[in-house]
């Protein structure tokens, strides 16, 4: 049973640049949720995918976006990097109905120089 | 107020010991109460669910929940250094749709020293 995958593992950028991280739901599931962790801090809550669109949106600006493919995958784009967009980016996925437990990914962890 | 708060640690016990973590919560509406357990470099990992005020047991661990003073907490039972890491506590936000969004404390570095 394939759990979820994320890609690249690693990335480094500069500020301005825009960046594409990419997500594969664990075998099943429907619903994908990303999250972004800063050094010491927990995980803050981005936003969330179901049927292809956007259902719920934490405090982050536009220039933090993504999309959902008919396969259940996910892209996180974030354009106008700032070096503050340093961080782990995490992937989660989940059942749509009633489905509380949701299960990360390995994570990508982004560098803004 | 903060929406999830961990004691920031770190929390250092003796290998058989018993470790105590503790994690509260603001939104009463909070159905789901979960522990994430990260290592450090890693994505956190789920190692205990509770839905339901009272205890819940699963080998080594123990989640404790009690709704009317919202907090929950995680004891873990004869430590072991492999369980050194940092725990998250992620309560969920109902949002009036399907899938919730968790919230997460900032972690408690546990450190369990041979």
């Known amino acids: 049973d394939a759990g979820v995958t994320q890609s690249p593992t690693h990335l480094i950028k500069t500020r301005g640049q825009q960046v594409t991280l990419r997500c594969s739901p664990k075998s099943g599931h429907d619903t994908v949720s990303w999250y972004q962790q800063a050094l010491g801090q927990g995980p803050q809550f981005i936003f969330q995918y179901y049927e292809e669109e956007e259902r719920q949106r934490g405090n982050f600006p536009d220039r933090f976006s993504g999309h959902q493919f008919p396969n259940y995958s996910s892209e996180l784009n974030v354009n106008a990097l700032l070096l503050g967009d340093s961080a782990l980016y995490l992937c989660?996925?989940?059942?749509?109905?009633?489905?509380?437990?949701?299960?990360f990914g390995p994570g990508t962890r982004l560098t803004v120089l | 107020q903060k929406e999830v708060e961990q004691n920031s640690g770190p929390l250092s016990v003796p290998e058989g010991a018993i470790a105590s973590l503790n994690c509260t919560y603001s939104d009463r509406g909070s159905q789901s109460f979960f522990w994430y357990r990260q290592y450090s470099g890693k994505s956190p990992e789920l190692i205990m669910f509770i839905y339901s005020n009272g205890d819940k047991e699963d080998g080594r661990f123990t989640a404790q929940l009690n709704k009317a003073s919202q907090y929950v907490s995680l004891l873990i039972r004869d430590s072991q250094p492999s369980d050194s890491a940092t725990y998250l506590c992620a309560v969920n936000l109902p949002s009036g749709g399907g899938s919730e969004k968790l919230v997460f404390g900032k972690g408690t570095k546990l450190t369990v020293n041979p």
């Open positions: 989660a996925s989940s059942w749509w109905t009633g489905a509380d437990t949701q299960y």
